[in-house]
């Protein structure tokens, strides 16, 4: 079974500053990964996914993810956050193959300082 | 937006009596999923499916049971509610598994007294 793991449960960034949040991943089998967003009292949308060939990953609202797998790490990236990107953000992995579930993280509140 | 919706959107209900929510889909997706939402849990699948009368359990299945008789329409059932299912549900849908992405509907926000 694979696994996630999401080190950071709430990360405060002032507004304009960089962004990092860790994701690391457990797994017997190769996986996809995934970032989602969750902004206040909405349901999860697609951030950025990872299946395969380069290990950097552009999404939407300007973030990127890199893969390494010898790190067995999917961390999250913004150059410059906004008062718009308040938000739960969650890590996401499911097996290469038999990939019909996703199993997610439990999630980093990134909340923006003005 | 993907075409998904969640009803009730809110429910407050006692111990012990059954619950019934409802996911329909208007994108004709193949999967179908059942999250529920906890702090300090992020979310968990309850159940999914894979096609009209094909579900299979997720990691907390337990309390919880699912019916798919149209594509549309996807049914979680607590048979008898406790308050450890007090959450907020989540349904998803998928055009073919987790490679594909899995667009969410609004949540059913429960509360079991």
């Known amino acids: 079974a694979q696994s996630v793991t999401q080190l950071d449960s709430q990360v405060p960034v002032f507004e304009e500053a960089p962004v990092e949040l860790r994701c690391n991943y457990s797994?017997?089998?190769?996986?996809?990964l995934f970032w989602y967003v969750q902004y206040p009292n909405q349901g999860l949308q697609l951030l950025l996914k990872y299946l395969s060939g380069s290990t950097l990953v552009k999404g939407i609202n300007g973030f990127e993810a890199e893969f390494n797998k010898s790190q067995t790490s999917f961390h999250l990236r913004k150059p410059s956050v906004h008062i718009s990107d308040t938000a739960e953000y969650f890590c996401a992995v499911s097996r290469l193959f038999g990939n019909e579930k996703l199993t997610f993280g439990t999630g980093t509140r990134l909340t923006i300082i003005p | 937006d993907a075409g998904i919706t969640q009803s009730p959107r809110h429910k407050v209900t006692e111990t012990g009596t059954p619950v019934t929510l409802r996911c329909h889909q208007t994108e004709n997706h193949r999967y179908m999923y059942w999250y529920r939402q906890d702090p300090g849990h992020g979310l968990r699948l309850i159940h999914y499916s894979y096609g009209v009368k094909d579900t299979d359990k997720g990691e907390v299945s337990d309390g919880y049971s699912v019916s798919r008789s149209k594509t549309e329409d996807f049914l979680l059932t607590l048979e008898s509610a406790t308050s450890s299912q007090t959450s907020v549900y989540f349904c998803?849908?998928?055009?073919?598994?987790?490679?594909?992405?899995?667009?969410f509907g609004p949540g059913t926000r429960l509360t079991v007294t």
């Open positions: 998803a849908i998928s055009e073919s598994g987790a490679y594909y992405e899995q667009y």
């Open positions: 797994s017997s089998v190769s996986v996809y």
